[in-house]
């Protein structure tokens, strides 16, 4: 984002060291660094089986981490006294198969939290679940089961869900890989604009465009280590490592 | 395989009794007086127990306890719980007394106490009433006949079983071995005399060919050193009805003239047993129902300690579903029933017991139905409720059981309907639910496929009604 100029003053809210996971034997992230500031939005790239997702997962500790450090908003999620459920209420996310509740209505999905949560009473939550569902379009569709809506519309109201309780980061895992081509764009138009409001944001995407023309910085990742990182420009347009250059010959 | 499970049972709890000692000893009919003894008895054993048209237990047995403990001023609270029953309820201290036309034998006497006796019996054979090639004993020759379980029938077939090869098949009760015979499945029952003509008068469909084996004498039993005081008012009773005619006047009633069976129509069967069969109905639905409640609650913890973390939890849970998955509903009737009073010497209600049986049997296939419908919920619906800041417990709640549930109601409807049927077992610790009320009735009119195609009809409205119903409630909640 053209706005973020002085990017050393800003507060860290993601802080990986040496992050390291690994499902039995094998050895997914084999040692991660990665640093996000406020307001910053940043792409994860890289081929199948790079780690991508799981190294986003372990930003909000949906997988147990194996070694290292990490630091989300101030939370060491290592530190086995940092209550995971207070940690992941700053930390929304938004997954690839949208994973709505199907017994609820869309308005119940998303006051789901702030309602169980005790942050809002009942009728407190259906208003911001409407300003929020308003947000994303989908104000029409409050009382509809999330099985009358197209792919798209499930992923705005997984969105919409996910900024229930007001996170200060937004977690995407390949937001808009099972959609429809022609859905993909409306749910994009949503994150930009989540973007443009200064919010946090990491996405794990396949959508290299996309990723060049909202992300302040992207990482490649291959093989379980981040291999490159640097501003769109740089790395679409002059990328300095092998595989890198590899990868984007063959998804521009 | 009942009859050897009891055989056995009665073998083992036996050698209990005839350990425990003797002591007290009878002051007479002031001890027993306003009391209230506990007799059990059996089933299905006319003219000595049956039940009449009104349903109520009848019988030389019954009438001779009763005069007897009129005359002796105590009461009594009969139990129909069939004859190894009664006797297994007798050696747990369930009942105090034991009138089944019992006959008083040595081995019985290392066990119980018996009055005085009470009616010489003597065994008899019977055949089919159109059967013309079983005149004797000879033409028994490598053909296959019933006895009852732990009856004088049964030893004394055996005894000349060798000598005239033929082969013994055992059964429970009076009415199944005239089944089995009718059906040709055994040529002949040995049965005690006065039961075969009682049937007999009754149209049962057989007739005695051969003369009745004499021996025998019926006695009043209580466990070995228990209810001396009991035993005694019984003996006095006993010679009074005897001294004064009344004794006489029972025999007379059940034996002196069967009355000649009148036939009747099915409509008038069906008029006369459907309210016993109703309220057979009314318990069969009020064990199942409480049951199935505990067996949820036993179930969903279960279920729910399956998919733990901790091994332990997880083990203790897979132990309990294994060990009442992999053993019959029945021998837990019979255990809890008989077995766990033995040895904590405590006697148990019989629906505490019924219950038990029932719902620790559901209650482990309902952790299974838990648990699978648990792990078909898409792992993702637990990582989004985890990613929203809602724990562990709270997303269970929400959402992963609510999902569970909708996808586990068609195998709980299931499980339901298979343990409203299951309960039927429940007859042979003496459950009074329904399939006990129809035997209950042909065991003394004999009319066991028109009696059974009623229960039959019974237990088919009962499980359709139950469907719909909850086919209905799972359509209004699982929206």
Not at chain 1, 212 to 238: H, K, S, W, Y
Request: net charge negative; glycine share 10%.
């Amino acid at each position: 984002m053209s706005a973020s100029t002085t990017e050393t003053a800003r507060k860290l809210m993601i802080e990986v060291r040496g992050l390291r996971k690994s499902f039995g034997s094998n050895e997914v992230l084999q040692g991660i660094d990665a640093e996000v500031a406020e307001g910053e939005v940043v792409c994860v790239i890289g081929p199948s089986g790079s780690g991508k997702s799981t190294f986003l997962r372990c930003l909000n500790k949906l997988e147990d981490i194996s070694g290292g450090t990490v630091v989300v908003d101030g939370f060491d999620l290592t530190d086995p006294k940092v209550d995971i459920n207070d940690v992941r209420r700053h930390i929304g996310m938004v997954f690839q198969h949208f994973n709505l509740f199907p017994h609820m209505t869309v308005a119940e999905n998303v006051m789901l939290a702030p309602v169980e949560l005790k942050k809002a009473s009942k009728a407190e939550g259906r208003e911001k679940a409407m300003e929020l569902l308003t947000r994303v379009g989908l104000a029409e569709k409050a009382n509809a089961r999330p099985a009358a809506l197209s792919g798209g519309q499930k992923q705005r109201v997984a969105i919409a869900r996910a900024l229930a309780m007001n996170p200060g980061i937004m977690l995407f895992d390949e937001a808009t890989s099972a959609l429809d081509p022609e859905m993909v764009g409306e749910v994009l138009q949503v994150i930009r604009d989540l973007a443009n409001s200064g919010m946090t944001l990491v996405l794990v995407t396949h959508e290299m465009g996309f990723a060049r023309e909202v992300g302040d910085r992207v990482i490649f990742m291959a093989d379980g280590v981040v291999c490159e990182e640097g501003t769109p420009e740089q790395l679409f347009n002059d990328p300095q490592q092998e595989r890198t250059k590899e990868f984007l010959s063959k998804v521009l | 395989m009942v009859a050897a499970f009891l055989a056995v049972a009665s073998l083992l709890f036996g050698a209990t009794g005839a350990a425990a000692d003797t002591s007290a000893s009878g002051s007479g009919n002031s001890a027993v007086e306003g009391k209230t003894f506990v007799i059990g008895t059996d089933t299905t054993f006319a003219p000595f127990e049956f039940r009449n048209a009104d349903g109520e237990l009848t019988g030389i047995d019954m009438d001779i306890v009763r005069a007897v403990a009129e005359d002796q001023g105590f009461k009594v609270e009969i139990r129909s719980l069939g004859f190894n029953a009664a006797l297994q309820a007798l050696t747990s201290n369930q009942v105090d007394g034991v009138i089944a036309g019992m006959s008083i034998t040595d081995e019985r006497k290392e066990v119980y106490d018996f009055s005085e006796p009470y009616f010489e019996s003597g065994v008899q054979m019977a055949v089919a009433k159109g059967n013309d090639d079983i005149k004797g004993y000879e033409d028994l020759k490598g053909k296959t006949v019933t006895a009852k379980t732990g009856a004088e029938g049964e030893t004394y077939a055996k005894s000349i079983a060798k000598k005239y090869d033929f082969k013994v098949k055992s059964l429970d009760q009076s009415a199944s071995m005239y089944e089995l015979v009718k059906s040709g499945n055994a040529v002949a029952v040995f049965d005690d005399y006065p039961v075969l003509a009682y049937g007999i008068a009754q149209n049962n469909g057989l007739k005695t060919v051969t003369d009745k084996v004499p021996g025998g004498s019926y006695g009043f039993a209580v466990n070995k050193g228990k209810n001396a005081d009991l035993l005694a008012a019984f003996n006095d009773g006993l010679a009074k009805l005897k001294a004064d005619g009344e004794y006489d006047k029972i025999l007379d009633k059940y034996l002196g003239d069967p009355t000649a069976a009148q036939p009747t129509s099915f409509w008038e069967l069906l008029e006369s047993s459907l309210p016993a069969l109703l309220k057979g109905l009314k318990n069969t639905m009020v064990v199942t129902g409480i049951s199935f409640v505990v067996a949820m609650i036993i179930g969903l913890a279960a279920g729910f300690m399956k998919i733990a973390r901790n091994i332990i939890v997880r083990g203790i849970s897979t132990t309990f579903v294994n060990v009442f998955r992999g053993t019959p509903l029945l021998l837990w009737a019979f255990m809890f029933y008989f077995g766990i009073p033995q040895l904590t010497g405590l006697p148990i209600n019989i629906w505490v017991a019924a219950v038990l049986t029932l719902s620790l049997n559901s209650g482990a296939y309902v952790a299974e139905i838990v648990r699978g419908g648990i792990q078909s919920v898409d792992p993702g619906q637990m990582e989004a409720s985890r990613s929203l800041g809602l724990g562990y417990g709270k997303s269970m709640q929400k959402v992963v059981v609510p999902q569970a549930f909708k996808m586990m109601t068609p195998s709980l409807i299931n499980q339901l309907i298979i343990m409203l049927k299951d309960s039927s077992l429940l007859l042979a610790i003496g459950f009074a639910e329904l399939l006990y009320q129809g035997q209950q009735i042909y065991a003394a009119n004999f009319r066991v496929t028109e009696t059974l195609f009623i229960v039959g009809v019974i237990y088919f409205v009962a499980v359709m009604l139950l469907t719909k119903l909850a086919n209905f409630a799972d359509r209004r909640f699982n929206k």
